[in-house]
């Protein structure tokens, strides 16, 4: 039971997953253009939600709002599923695969075998796609692996239904009808807006003022929490940024992308102005976890080595709050 899909490695799970399942279904929709019309770009800071003992930072809207959005706006509807039964959770999903119906799972990584040890810990939104069974492995198309992988019953039900923050209770979903054309343009513009608005957002936990927020607490971290604590904090900052899904640095590159294409759709050569600054942003953003790490790693040399790098997330907040100003300008 192997149904004929083609995989597309990306940068990102859940954009890769979209833009692989609509072109099975015959739609050619790369995966900035995804994750632009799905607004999936943010920044948020959650203190009262924690994930291996550190509050979580955010970079992404919530698993799932990428691809609820990008469907609404261009016609798509979409089949969600949960399950308190393993069991029925699989049957389901055979269902699918043997009506020739690859399907989208949303995983937790910490028991994924096939990721590398330094990547498995407890985060709950990873996606991937089932496009079959041999025997009693599943054949899985992650997007973010180079190539097609597979796992077996148990291994897919582990990871279908492991426990914590983001639990996804066996959360599979799928395209069920699509329109005879996709309209790009308003859709676009759609994504943009929201995108903008949420960037903007006038309250402290939200877009450029989030970011303000985390690198006033950089400063208080080391006298209030310690030094040992302090650097788990900022390690988590990072691992979210760079490790796991949630994309800092590389989803500002990944918008630049989408801005790039959108302006030939939308023929306005001001996004594509706008899509090299958003790339030179995300270039300091890498720069930031770079010293960062330093510094939770301790091998930065540098004193007062907490206020440096506070002092670079509010140059990235002061930066970020005029480019999406000028984007909501432009559209």
Request: proline share 5%; hydrophobic share 40%.
């Amino acid at each position: 039971m192997e149904i004929n899909f083609t995989h597309k490695q990306s940068a990102h799970c859940e954009n890769g997953v979209v833009s692989n399942l609509m072109r099975f279904n015959g739609f050619e929709v790369s995966e900035p253009m995804v994750f632009g019309i799905g607004s999936g770009l943010l920044f948020s800071y959650l203190p009262f939600l924690k994930v291996n003992h550190a509050p979580v930072v955010t970079y992404r809207v919530m698993p799932g709002f990428i691809f609820n959005r990008f469907a609404k706006r261009v016609g798509v509807k979409i089949k969600r599923e949960k399950f308190k039964n393993p069991k029925q959770a699989q049957q389901r999903l055979e269902e699918n695969l043997k009506n020739n119906n690859p399907v989208g799972l949303q995983v937790g990584v910490y028991n994924l075998l096939y990721f590398p040890d330094e990547y498995r810990f407890h985060f709950n939104a990873h996606n991937m796609v089932v496009y079959g069974k041999k025997e009693d492995r599943y054949l899985i198309s992650d997007p973010v692996m180079e190539d097609v992988t597979s796992l077996s019953e148990k291994e897919l039900e582990k990871v279908r239904f492991a426990k914590g923050a983001f639990a996804p209770k066996g959360h599979m979903y799928y395209p069920i009808s699509f329109p005879e054309k996709l309209d790009l343009e308003k859709a676009i513009i759609k994504g943009i807006k929201h995108t903008c608005k949420d960037m903007t957002a006038p309250v402290p936990i939200v877009g450029v003022r989030a970011i303000k927020k985390i690198a006033k607490l950089i400063r208080k971290w080391p006298a209030k929490k310690g030094i040992k604590t302090a650097n788990h904090y900022l390690g988590q900052i990072v691992r979210m940024q760079e490790e796991i899904g949630t994309g800092g640095g590389g989803f500002r590159y990944i918008y630049g992308a989408f801005l790039q294409e959108a302006s030939k759709i939308l023929d306005n050569p001001k996004l594509t102005e706008l899509s090299v600054e958003i790339t030179k942003i995300g270039d300091l953003w890498r720069d930031f976890a770079v010293d960062a790490s330093r510094i939770y790693k301790n091998r930065s040399a540098q004193e007062d080595a907490y206020n440096k790098i506070a002092s670079q997330l509010e140059e990235i907040a002061q930066l970020e709050e005029i480019f999406f100003k000028k984007l909501k300008k432009a559209i």
